[in-house]
């Protein structure tokens, strides 16, 4: 891979390289751009808009924060409609992970 100018100043931690849906994270992977949604989660139509605007300009990921138990059910139906890697944002002592996606893991945010 050719290096750009200004990556040959910065220096990378070595870090255990783990993929969040098809994007690779740390390790050697090229770095990954994320964004979190500014629209409330339980509100559909309006996240779906904002993940394909913000997947039209480059973003690799994006994070939705899941409050209560609707939020829960929105992601699950969130999910179905875009195609980029979307990770839960769970607030401290909100366990809604299986409710939303069971199949996942969860990234605890209260640490």
Known sequence: MKTSEPERWIRRK???QIHVGRI?????APVSVQTMTKTDTRDVDNVVSQIHAVQTMGCDMV??????????????EIRKRVTMPLVADIPAGARRHSACC???????TSA
């Open 14 to 16: 070595t870090t255990r």
């Open 24 to 28: 690779a994270v740390g390790g050697d």
């Open 63 to 76: 994070r939705l924060a899941v409050v209560d138990e609707d939020a829960a059910k929105a992601l699950r």
């Open 102 to 108: 069971p199949e996942e893991r969860a990234r605890d």
